[in-house]
Structures are given as structure tokens and as C-alpha cells.
């Protein structure tokens, strides 16, 4: 096996641009063992690249290892690139380090704990001997401390490069992602493995389609799985069609509750119920890195890149659906899209702000922690956020209202939306287990679970013939395509101004008012782009207004709409046709699949009772037509 690992390796092996200089990249994310470091991949449009991460929530984690092949013995020159990530709120060196074991012998070079952006890091040098070599990341923590990639150099002037555009060139250069190659045909390429894709994906195969799924987690669930932690929300069958959403049941969780247990969220049940479906090919984890064009509106295929070996697909189709949350799909095809809150004029909503500005709803950071039955400790933890007494949040878990970056651009700031998410958790478990003078709460309890993974609940939106909006929902309009149904309240959360009187501008809790609704069915025509011919969206970034997506976000909701994607490219697969055709010629044959539902036939369980949103407020007019 370490031989095979070896000549694996050499792929990465290149002649630098220094004469008779020798390099070797290794992916952090490619490492055989991962040990306890976890691959994060949410930033990596941004900073370029998955990268490993430390996430021992105060505890070091176990050591991830891997093998390289040495090609000549001598000295070399090692660079890590690394973040430290407590920069944009402390001076003080930052507390994700890690040391790197190269041939059995640890590097002297804390590495993680300095500079303000993602950089190279210079490790050392160290005598290896030519052949199999064994690389470690050798976490000192468990902050989080993050490695991108090593590069070992025979020639200590040979640094790699920092800008983005510069670094992709020369990870391809250095094998770090693979050229694209054919990943198939396809009638539908789903991208996004969240509820609403899930859903698109099985009904479009089921509907006779071929469909390829595209998920950058190793799970599937999204903010349901158990990376999240998300319970689904909102009714699903009711409305004009109420078998829409009947095939929740078939793979929803049993258990309700945010921020619990990981087999509360059923990550197996979800797998199972894709790899049932003999016409979806899933493609877990790969992310999509871009988009080719037929022409200015219409995509040829995605390219997807696995975040774990750097192997890069197109996958083809006449049909597509953006399931990303994000917009990526829709966003690198130049679809249409739009992000923040709409002024009040602009569609006459009462709810939402004079004056249209970026404000969205934030990121989730959940977190638990549990009863050791004897006294635990945690480490001091002060990194720019000043807690006391009085402004601690004297809780054993936070859920929801754990939520960062409503300020701030929810995909070019993702990363420092989450880290802030992770600095005040630690921070303030700091304080209650170290400082806090009426501490007994706290004395034997430890951090159980911290996401990693960031709950986001808004971004792009891509925009369709429609765009539905607040008077949509107050006055219950009918529309002759009506599809699925929102039941959720109209919920847009904002900074909780207990959490801004203690942290202005840098708040960390949420707080929402909920606008009880009448259940209200949403056009088709907000499920497709309008300016993209073959490209249809699920998920919350359809096209709604601001205020509109505080109804329709939460997850049944998007998997119904997702179950009507899938059998609108159904219809379109049979005749041949584009997502607008089928509002403009075959939506009958849409409203007939739209009756029948795409669950399978037979008893299921009813396990979605909880979360519904109660109660259900009479419209304000009557089914206005």
C-alpha cells in the first residue's frame, strides 16, 4: 500500500521554473489518513482549495498522515500554506497550531498562529532520503488550525505563489487538481445534495430521467444532515397538490430538534434512499468549479472537482437545476440574481426596510454541550471578544439563534463568518468555565459538538419569469401555475438587540418575529431562470423576494419544490422542451404530475409531525384570481 501511495505521489512531482529545481505538492485534503482533522471545503471559491482542519473544539486531535516519494535524497525546503484565523479579531498569536513531521522528524516551526490571510508559511528544512517518506500534521490545540497543502522544495527561493489566480495555475502545474475529463450524459444534473436536490434529483429519475447529483459533503441533508443539524420545517401535503411532499417520509428523520444527537438526522436513511434509485449517478463529495456555455444562455455542462483527490468532471446535460443554496451554478452562467433586502417600494412590501441595502439573514454555528459527571476543564480562550458576567450567554447549548454574518457577503466572507461563529463559542465557553464567578453549572460539562460546517439560510437568488413577493402571501393570489405550497411564517431573522447592546456590530445572536401566514401555493415560474433557458432552481435561492424567502426557506418547503423541479424535467425530457415550455405549453401535463405526487405508492410512516409553524392565519383576502 505505501508503495502504491508512493508512485501516486509522483503526479504531484515537477520541475520549477529555477533551474534544476525540484518541487512536490501535496494536498492537505488528499492525505491517506486524515487522522482526527476534517476536510472543509467551504470556502474554497474564495481561498482556492479544500483544506484540513484541527476541529478538536479545545482538544488536540489525532495526527493526519500521509506518504510521498522522495525523488532525490538531500535537503529540502518545506512551506505549508495556513491561516491564522483569530487575525481579523486579535493581535495575539492565533491558538490553531500545528507543527509538520517530515521523515520522522518534527519541524521546529509553530505553524497556523501568524500573519492575517491564507499564506505560505515557511516550515523548514529537513535531510530526507530519496524514496517513501512520511508527511504528519501534528495538531497542538484542537482550534481549528488549518493546512491548505506542503510543497517540499530542493531550493529554498522557490515559493510558491499567493494570488488566487497565480496558485490555481500552479496547483495544475503540480498535479494538485487533475485535468477535466468526460464525467457522462446526462438528462438533468442536479447540483447540491440538500433536501431540495435530494428530492429534484429522485423525482426527475423516477419521472424516467438520468440524473447526476452533485453533493460537496460526504453526506447528504445539507442543513438536515448531521454536519448541521437542522430538523426539517413547514407542512408539506397540503395546498392544491397535496401529494407534493408525501416522499418526505421516505427518508425524513423521525426525531425533531435542532442541534442534537448526530443519528437524530438519519445521514444513512438519506443515502440509502438516493442509492435506491437506479437513474441517479451521485457524485459526493465533488464541488462545482464552473460552468460551460453553449451559448450566453444556455449551459453545456458543469465542472465538478472531488475535495478530497482533485479529479475534475463535466457532466453534461440538456437540463440543469441549482440546488446549491449559493446560486453557483446559476451565478457562474450569468443567470440573473439578486441578494440583500429590496426596498419597500419596490414591491410594495410592508415588511421590508425604506431603503434597499445587503442585510441577510446569517450563518449557524450550532453547538451542545454534555454532563462528564466529574470536573472538565477548557482551555482560556481570549481572542479580541471581551465577554464578562453580564454579556455571557449562560447557556449548556446554542441553536439557531447562534447566527453571525448578517452584515456581511454570506459567499466572499464565508469563512470569516463561520471562524466568528467558532470564536465566540469558544470564547464564551471560556468565559463560563474559567471566569464566570457562579460557575457550578458549568464545572463538569465539555463541549459535546461545534459545527464546522456553517447553517446558512440566505445569499443569491437567481430570478425567474416571477418573482414572488410579500402581497403573493398576504393576499393568498392565485396563480394559474401554482405549484408547491409555503406554510412556514413569514421568519426573517435580525441581530438580536439584547446580543447588540454587548457586541454592536459584531453581534453573534439572532432574533425574528413571526409572521404567521395562510398557506400560500408559489408559481412555477419562480422555479426556473429567467435569462438561463435550461436551468431551474430549488432551494433558497429561487426567486423570491427578501421578504418572501422568510416563508419558503425552511426545508420541506424546498423539498416540495425540489419534487416539482424533478417532474418538470420529467415533461421536459418527453417533449423535448425548456423549463419555460413547460409553463407556457405542457404545464397541464405539470399540474397532472403535480396531483399524483412522486412518493412511492403504499403505507409510509408519518414521521414529519413536528416543526410545522402554528398557527395558520386566515388570509387577509380571499384566493384573489
Known sequence: MKI????????????????????????????????????????????????????????????????????????????????????PWSDK??????????????????????????????????????????????????????????????????????SCDLLSAFREEKGGVKPVVSGGDYDLVVVGGG?????????????????????????LGGNNSSEVRVHLGGHAEIGPYPALGRMLREFGHSRQGNAQPADYYEDDKKSRWIAAEDNIALFAPYHAVSVEMEDSSSIRSVVVQNILTGERLSLSAPLFSDCTGDASVGYMAGADWRTGREAASEFGETLAPETADDMTMGMSVQWYSEDTGKPASFPVFEYGVGFSDDSCEKLVMGEWKWETGMNRDQILEAEMIRDYGLLVVYSNWSWLKNRLADNGRWKNRELAWVAFVGGKRESRRLMGDYIFKQDDIDKNVFHEDASFTASWSIDLHFPDPANTVHFPGSEFKAATVHNYIYPVAVPYRCLYSRNISNLFMAGRNISVTHVALGTVRVMRTTGMMGEVVGMAASVCRRHDALPRDVYRKYLPELKTLMSEGAAVEGELPDNQRFNLSRPLKEPKVKLCR
Not at 485534503?29 to 482526527?36: D, M, P, Q
Open 4 to 87: 502504491l501511495r508512493c508512485i501516486a505521489a509522483l503526479a504531484c512531482l515537477a520541475v520549477c521554473g529555477k533551474a534544476n529545481a525540484l518541487g512536490l505538492l501535496v494536498e492537505a485534503e488528499s492525505f491517506s489518513s486524515r487522522g482526527g482533522w476534517v476536510v472543509d471545503q467551504q470556502a474554497m471559491d474564495v481561498m482556492g482549495s479544500p483544506y484540513l482542519l484541527a476541529h478538536g473544539m479545545g482538544k488536540p486531535v489525532e495526527d493526519a498522515v500521509t506518504t510521498v516519494d522522495i525523488p532525490r535524497g538531500g535537503v529540502w525546503h518545506i512551506y505549508v500554506r495556513t491561516y491564522n484565523w483569530t487575525s
Open 195 to 219: 433536501i431540495a436536490g435530494m428530492c429534484a434529483a429522485v423525482a426527475a429519475a423516477r419521472g424516467g430521467c438520468r440524473v447526476a447529483l452533485v453533493n460537496d459533503r460526504p453526506v
Open 93 to 162: 498569536p492565533g491558538p490553531g497550531a500545528f507543527r509538520l513531521r517530515a521523515g520522522g522528524k518534527t519541524m521546529d516551526a509553530v505553524l497556523g498562529t501568524e500573519g492575517n490571510s491564507w499564506m505560505w508559511q515557511y516550515a523548514g528544512k529537513v535531510r530526507l532520503k530519496a524514496g517513501c517518506t512520511e508527511l504528519a500534521l501534528c495538531d497542538a490545540t484542537g482550534f481549528d488550525g488549518r493546512c491548505d497543502a506542503i510543497y517540499l522544495t530542493d531550493d529554498a527561493g522557490d515559493v510558491p505563489p499567493d
